[in-house]
């Protein structure tokens, strides 16, 4: 089989690494895909949300499989292009239709279902402009941190959790004045949640579920968790807090109700579900879905996975979801993401890296990367994660920073702290 994948970061990399060892695949396609997928498959230059070249593409190359990587395309409505078309209507897209994609599209709606389908969350509100002055009126009856979450898509970075209330007001202003453009039309501002972020994973065909490992992801630029959002400077997988008690809940609580409740609703979804979650003494609380795997997340649960990947979507096109089952290495993965100097805010592109050949014992992924006459230069924020896999989380997290030591390029940073809340 034929198989296409979209998107072009560091998730898109990691599921290019993955699929290229599978055998059931003839030939593997990354549109755009980025400098380090090209050594996985064959890069194809057009946009994940070029709906008519993706068209082109899947007939001319005789793609069998689709593989959404990002979430804007789904929410554009990929999906329902492909089910609406008579030429694609046979080939199987891993993601929702853009009903299921407003899980993440929209936090508002995403809300709104959790509080229908009993599923745990943080109590909240939404406001549009016309509504500022109760906005500022609700944030008065929660205590700080205030929360302010852009309703649509901000590329990561549509969340503001601030500790002074007059602040929040003047963000929360600012966000509706159009901070974050036609993302911050309308806030949710919710309750501050206390406790420790995990992400949990889940491929489903709409019925039958199979839960992937899960992932600590850090999304602040510096130490100690502090700075700006970023859309994430690394991963570490397992979760030592992430027992089997902890993991029962999460399904039982909110992956099987979630499941339920896009059936209750009519909602198509074959694709990826991440949950971020917060562990609250011990309770799972779902603080956002995403409707594809995440980043940096992917770049470190991807490589514990052991099951042909191609299995797994075998098994959920066919409904053999239920009796499936992924195997998992039992190594801890830790994923350390090099960023271009300046990142989240202005950085430059087109810097020279060098040093890649000189990594042992890891897994380069690819981020922001592309090829220059034969040379391998920045073009985007995240520029590559550092992955790597040994018996013990201090292990697998000193062999990633000795690696990203090695890989060198202008204004290099990336945080040293990684797996410091979990010792």
């Known amino acids: ?3 296409l994948i979209l998107g072009s970061g560091g998730r898109e990399h990691a599921l290019a690494w993955k699929l290229s060892q599978s055998k059931k695949i003839d030939q593997l396609y990354i549109a755009p ?3 380090g997928t090209q050594h996985c498959g064959t890069n194809i230059d057009i946009a994940p949300d070029d709906f008519e070249a993706i068209k082109n593409i899947t007939l001319k190359q005789q793609i069998g499989l689709v593989i959404v990587g990002p979430e804007a395309p789904l929410v554009k409505g990929l999906t329902d292009f492909f089910t609406s078309d008579e030429e694609l209507k046979p080939i199987p897209v891993v993601g929702p239709t853009k009903a299921g994609a407003e899980l993440e599209g929209s936090k508002d709606f995403a809300k709104a279902f959790m509080q229908e389908f009993k599923i745990p969350t943080a109590q909240y509100q939404s406001f549009t402009k016309d509504t500022l002055n109760e906005g500022k009126k609700f944030l008065e009856t929660l205590k700080a941190p205030w929360v302010l979450k852009a309703d649509g898509l901000a590329a990561g970075k549509g969340v503001l959790i601030l500790e002074d209330i007059d602040e929040a007001k003047i963000e929360l202003e600012n966000m509706l004045g159009g901070k974050f453009g036609e993302a911050s039309s309308t806030v949710v501002i919710e309750e501050f949640l206390k406790g420790i972020e995990v992400s949990c994973f889940c491929y489903t065909n709409g019925k039958d579920y199979v839960m992937l490992p899960e992932a600590k992801d850090y999304k602040r630029i510096g130490e100690g968790d502090t700075g700006l ?6 991963s570490i997988s397992p979760v030592p807090f992430a027992d089997d008690k902890f993991l029962g809940k999460v399904q039982k609580q909110i992956v099987e109700p979630t499941i339920e409740g896009l059936q209750t609703r009519g909602i198509t979804y074959h694709g990826f579900i991440f949950f971020g979650l917060m562990n609250v003494d011990g309770n799972p609380y779902v603080i956002e879905y995403n409707v594809r795997l995440g980043d940096p997340e992917t770049e470190s649960i991807l490589p514990r996975i052991k099951t042909d990947l191609m299995n797994m979507f075998e098994a959920g096109i066919n409904d053999q979801l239920s009796d499936f089952e992924l195997e998992f290495d ?3 993965a ?12 202005a950085y430059e592109k087109g810097k020279t890296i060098t040093g890649l050949n000189a990594v042992k014992d890891s897994i380069v992924l690819h981020a922001g990367t592309k090829i220059n006459n034969n040379e391998t230069v ?12 040994d018996q013990t989380m201090e292990a697998a997290l000193s062999t ?9 390029f202008d204004k290099k940073y990336y945080r040293k702290d ?3 809340d979990l010792k």
């Open 334 to 345: 830790a994923a350390v993401m090099l960023v271009s100097g300046g990142y989240p805010e």
């Open 1 to 3: 089989m034929n198989v």
């Open 400 to 408: 990633s920073m000795d690696n990203a030591e090695k890989i060198k």
């Open 229 to 234: 959002n970023t859309g994430g400077m690394g």
């Open 33 to 35: 895909g980025n400098g």
């Open 418 to 420: 990684l797996g410091f």
């Open 330 to 332: 039992a190594r801890h």
């Open 378 to 389: 920045t073009s985007g924020g995240r520029v590559m994660a550092i992955t790597s896999l």
